[in-house]
């Protein structure tokens, strides 16, 4: 990770860690850096660099947009804008229509007041880490100024929410039956989603029932979606529907919830679509890529199964990058991130829906009953503040009491200690059979970091 751009972009809150000046100067830079990349082809005939640029519904999306569009026009690259839309959407249309890299202005499931910028290369695939590393030098000044577009060369903006269109009728096609018949409940988050999910399930003949989805440029994620799954969880009981499914902000991750108001995280429909792929012949590999915060619960499951994993550190960036090297199609995070890598680049919450609809319809089967062959381990997650987290980690007697930890939990449970990205934090997580034992073996390690002064 780099100054600015962590696993998932340039973000902070808007007009204080992210300003129209850094968005200015991304513009310009990717404008540039594109610009001399660029070749003439059947949909680009001038030669000229093309990006393509999404946002969701934050107040300062819109200031975002037009910083973003000025930087780019100003190094000669012509702009179209995909108005509000998803993330997977930016993705689609960049890998599908030739352009040299799509934007998205986004913070995901952070509150409106955050923003911030993902950058998406001509594949559809997050941006590599010496592009991002160029965007950083030139933000800070150490690259010398670019040079600006003169005259003709002068970049154009261009409406083109036909390309959000396209995307909409490329989710239709993807779904293998009708869901004629079945009450769906969709929260929107009052984000991204609010312009696109109810279109595809109401053309695919579901009875959709949505909340969520006026968006003000406030409300985005305010108690609502993915993060705040517990409304969508009494919205279905309320209104009788056989399923639900709840995104985050720019709508790329997904959490379910099932027809008795249980929730069925990204680890469950991990489980229920690879168990349905491999059961069809289309899991690649047999091999589910997964993160290291997977419930223990899954991995039983999967064993059982006869399906192998994979596990990264955490970010579908990483799970991506993993199922692209090896040639794996199926992965994501706990926190709904699941990619399809037949379908999509990117971690993609429509699609997810439209996968555990398929499952559910093909099986004659409820989510309910899906998901009830996994047993989630209890699960105990503690965020130690230390003084210095690779220290801490690393104690050889935080070490040891770790090892000791995992030789009593055996095979029935496990212990992982991972440094934050972002934070002074340690975090220390215990699976195991009961709650007790969770709490106990994380603070026996907890209390080892004390006793060595590392924590704060």
Known sequence: ?????????????????????????????????????????????????????????????????????AGLTASGADVYLLHVTTTPSVSYVVRTEEFDCGIMISASHNPFYDNGIKVINGRGEKLSEDVIAGIERYLDGESGELPLAKKEQIGRTTDYSAGRNRYIGYLISIATRSFKGKRVALDCSNGSASAIAKNVFDALGAETHVIHNKPNG???????????????????????CDVGFAYDGDADRCIAVDENGNEVNGDLILYICGKYMKENGSLFNNTVV???????????AFDREGINYEKTTVGDKYVYENMSQ??????????????FSKHATTGDGILTSLKVMEVMLEKKESLAKLASEVEIYPQVLKNVRVRDKKAAQDDPLVQAETDRVAQALGSDGRILLRQSGTEPVVRVMVEAPEPELCERYVDQVVAVMRARGHVL
């Open 290 to 300: 997964t993160t290291v915060m997977s419930n223990f619960g899954l991995y039983k």
């Open 326 to 339: 090896n040639g794996n199609c199926l992965g994501g995070e706990q926190s709904g991130h699941i990619i």
């Open 1 to 69: 990770m780099g100054k600015y751009f962590g696993t998932d972009g340039f973000r902070g809150e808007a007009n204080v860690d992210l300003t129209v000046e850094h968005a200015f100067k991304v513009g310009r830079y990717l404008g540039w850096y594109y610009g001399q990349r660029s070749k003439v082809s059947e949909q680009n005939p001038e030669g000229r660099c093309r990006v393509a640029i999404g946002k969701d519904t934050r107040r300062s999306s819109y200031m975002f947009e037009y910083a973003l569009s």
């Open 218 to 240: 406030l409300n985005i994620n305010e108690d609502c979606g993915s993060t705040h799954i517990h409304v969508l969880q009494d919205y279905v009981k309320e209104m009788g």
